[in-house]
């Protein structure tokens, strides 16, 4: 008897020591990371970007349609990080609203960045709830602001062109949150769902819109993605965040051809699920 509740003892000891190796090892594993990283999360017909910086800090573009973000989260994420340093909000349209409101639910958001307008559905007034609720900072983009993320990475502010704070604008699109990554000599292009309009605004107002990957605007419709527009970019890789089989034909058959020519070689997360990127300062590596 005695012997057996040694081995039980030792037993638990060793489980102990078992577990506390391994969170040991997977805080060592993260914090080993000297690389930025970007995922494309498949959240199926919508849009979720994460950024995380070798400093730790995290950002969060858009979160899709439903709760799938938090799955990918909890992936790309260390078990114990229930935080979130900046949280962006392209547009607020359900595919790109309604999984931020359950990130709003489960973490902790040191900051806000919309465009300050306004929106009168279900899940945008929600979002806007949470947010006053919780009283999470609030900033309101505008083209020209740059934000450190640390570790020399910086993301620059392309649109809004306007502070749509309390407006509602009758096309939401054109309240647009449009940034550029950039980290060393990598740069990532993320277009949320900005249209030709304002892809040719950028090029005509000499931003420097040139970069290593681009974020297709709005799901590879056909009223995104000019061919001048794609051509000023001139990405080594575009990336399509676009759910199988979806109702909108996404991605056009006609930017698929644009990027054909002009926009090197094409990932979606149709076809591929999460899309990883790690930024070297000099390479990037599609992992």
Do not use: C
Request: no cysteine.
């Amino acid at each position: 008897m005695e012997r057996t509740e040694r081995l039980v003892k030792i037993g638990g000891v060793l489980v102990f020591a078992a577990s506390v190796a391994f969170v040991w090892y997977a805080v060592f594993t993260y914090q080993a990371r000297a690389n930025p990283r970007m995922t494309f999360f498949d959240v199926g017909q919508g849009d979720a970007i994460f950024l995380e910086m070798p400093n730790g800090n995290q950002v969060l573009i858009d979160g899709g349609p439903g709760g799938r973000v938090l799955a990918r989260l909890g992936r790309a994420m260390p078990f114990w990080d229930r935080s979130i340093d900046i949280l962006i909000l392209t547009h607020p349209h359900l595919d790109h609203v309604e999984g931020l409101i359950d990130v709003l639910e489960r973490y902790r958001v040191g900051m806000i960045v919309t465009s300050g307008a306004g929106y009168k559905t279900p899940e945008a007034q929600e979002w806007q709830k949470i947010i006053r609720e919780k009283n999470i900072p609030l900033h309101i983009a505008r083209a020209g602001e740059r934000f450190n993320l640390g570790g020399g990475g910086v993301l620059d502010i392309f649109l809004p062109f306007a502070d749509f704070s309390g407006s509602a604008p009758k096309e939401i699109h054109d309240a647009m949150v449009a940034a550029k990554f950039s980290f060393g000599k990598n740069s990532v292009l993320l277009m949320g769902d900005a249209e030709r309009e304002f892809e040719y605004k950028l090029v005509f107002f000499g931003f420097p819109v040139d970069s290593d990957i681009l974020k297709i605007g709005h799901h590879g419709s056909r009223t995104s993605s000019a061919e001048e527009f794609v051509r000023a970019v001139s990405p080594i890789v575009s990336v399509i965040e676009v759910g199988k089989k979806n109702r909108y034909g996404h991605p056009h058959e006609e930017t698929i051809g644009t990027l054909g020519r002009f926009g090197g070689r094409i990932l979606r997360t149709d076809e591929s699920g999460d899309i990883r990127v790690k930024f070297t300062g000099r390479e990037f590596i599609v992992e």
